[in-house]
């Protein structure tokens, strides 16, 4: 398969704590961007981080991006309720294709 | 901006019958994505459009399968004859060319149901 993989799988966190999502993946990249998806809806950008960089953050949201390890983490600080979604890391790949993992199920218990 | 615009939301269509779904790309994006998701698969990308011409359609997973791109504006992924394993959600997704460094705009999907 050319998708990445993402663990955990699922994820059930109290509101206030941290969720630490990870992604994997196969080949080298332009860059990795980050997606929330609600049930039911559409896929919604929250972060993109570039090949050559290693830290991003962007209001409660920080990403980390090893590059040699072929890896990258999702940070969501202070959770809320509202947080509750499916996140799905992405891989946009030198052919202009981007290419999505297989999603973390994060569920925020208020 | 209205975003991407996708329709119809729903689809419900008996096994045989011609689906064709529609996309409508946010004004001056001139790249356009059309991905599927389903449980088994998760996200696929079926085909992707450049200044509408078909640039990779390697995701497409059969011949019953086609996308157009007539105009900037519009675009139609077509299923003939449809099938119960067509069953999914189709998202339409657009970008600017100059914005390499920023994600996608995706469309609400299109949830098909063959029967």
């Known amino acids: 398969s050319q998708q990445g993989e993402e663990d955990p799988q699922a994820l059930s966190i109290q509101e206030g704590e941290n969720a630490t999502m990870n992604c994997s993946y196969k080949t080298s990249i332009n860059n990795l961007q980050w997606y929330r998806q609600n049930s039911g809806r559409g896929l919604v950008h929250l972060i993109l981080i570039r090949s050559n960089e290693r830290e991003k953050h962007s209001g409660r949201l920080r990403v980390t991006l090893d590059t040699s390890k072929k890896s990258s983490s999702l940070l969501i600080t202070a959770s809320r309720a509202a947080d509750t979604a499916s996140y799905f890391c992405?891989?946009?790949?030198?052919?202009?294709?981007?290419?999505f993992g297989t999603g973390t199920l994060l569920a925020v218990q208020p | 901006d209205a975003g991407v615009i996708q329709s119809p939301r729903h689809e419900v269509t008996e096994m045989g019958q011609e689906v064709t779904l529609r996309c409508k790309p946010i004004?001056?994006?001139?790249?356009l994505f059309w991905y599927r998701q389903t449980m088994m698969r998760g996200l696929e990308l079926l085909i992707y459009f450049n200044n509408n011409v078909p640039i990779d359609d390697s995701g497409m997973p059969e011949d019953r399968f086609s996308a157009k791109m007539p105009n900037a504006s519009f675009s139609t992924l077509k299923i003939q004859p449809s099938e119960p394993r067509d069953s999914a959600v189709y998202f339409c997704?657009?970008?600017?060319?100059?914005?390499?460094?920023?994600?996608?705009?995706f469309g609400s999907g299109t949830r098909l149901t063959v029967v």
């Open positions: 992405a891989t946009l790949r030198a052919t202009n294709k981007l290419i």
């Open positions: 004004s001056g994006h001139d790249y």
């Open positions: 997704a657009s970008r600017d060319r100059g914005s390499l460094n920023y994600g996608y705009t």
